[in-house]
């Protein structure tokens, strides 16, 4: 699993040719080797964004369909763009389990009139805030987290489950949250998954996680969706709020 940043750079000089951005990641505490492990991206002046990464939308038809992504080509402003996907969590050797928060390490190699230029190596430690949203009048069928690191350029889905739907269905239930995504009958999954959530007694918690360095600000609405219901115009879905958040 996974989640977007977007990094930046500014051209300190002119005549720059190219700018790459290194990184990798690590355990807190540990040191990088970019010899085993090393990620490598150019970055344009301007650069490109990707908007509306993931969520699904309700169609005029009553229909469930997944949000397209939409490529935004930025104009030559002077900075550089990059948007990059990091993990939500990274492997421990030393314990053999996957943790979290982790470092996060990076440089920038700056090609300019034929010389080659390394940035001094920054760490940012990636942490997460745990988000909740509480349906008291359980009407809601999901819910997913809307959020992007530092402003809207690299927004992104996360999807939220109830705690409750977990400890009584299983950890593996094939009708999970984010398992609506990977399915090509979401007509039958969001039937289903409603009854299950009408099980539960209200309120009802929706719970998800948004990711980013520590101390930076963080963007997040609401992306809301109704029970599955057999008469197509009932059916909704909306954006709700805009909160900030610093991790």
């Known amino acids: 699993m996974s989640f977007y940043i977007k990094k930046t750079y500014v051209d300190t000089q002119p005549g720059i040719e190219l700018v790459n951005i290194h990184y990798t990641w690590t355990p807190v505490g540990q040191q990088p080797n970019w010899e085993a492990h090393r990620e490598t991206r150019a970055m344009p002046r301007g650069g490109v964004l990707i908007k509306g990464l993931g969520g699904t939308t309700v169609a005029e038809s009553g229909e469930y369909v997944q949000t397209l992504s939409q490529t935004v080509t930025l104009p030559d402003d002077g900075i550089r763009r990059k948007v990059i996907r990091l993990p939500r969590n990274v492997y421990d050797p030393a314990r053999g389990v996957f943790v ?70 299983g950890e593996d239930n094939p009708y999970r949250s984010f398992k609506f995504y990977g399915t090509e009958d979401k007509e039958t999954f969001s039937r289903i998954r409603s009854q299950m959530l009408q099980s539960l007694p209200t309120p009802r918690r929706f719970v998800g996680k948004i990711y980013g360095p520590k101390g930076a600000q963080v963007r997040q609405s609401w992306h809301l969706g109704g029970m599955w219901s057999p008469n197509v115009a009932e059916r909704w879905e909306n954006y709700f709020g805009d909160v900030t958040h610093t991790l």
């Open 100 to 169: 979290e928060p982790y470092t996060f390490h990076y440089c920038f190699e700056i090609f300019c009139e034929g010389k080659r230029e390394l940035s001094p190596v920054y760490a940012e430690e990636i942490i997460s805030k745990e988000v909740e949203y509480i349906d008291h009048t359980g009407t809601l069928g999901g819910m997913c987290i809307f959020w992007g690191v530092y402003d809207w350029d690299a927004a992104q889905y996360q999807p939220t489950e109830e705690s409750r739907f977990i400890e009584k269905f």
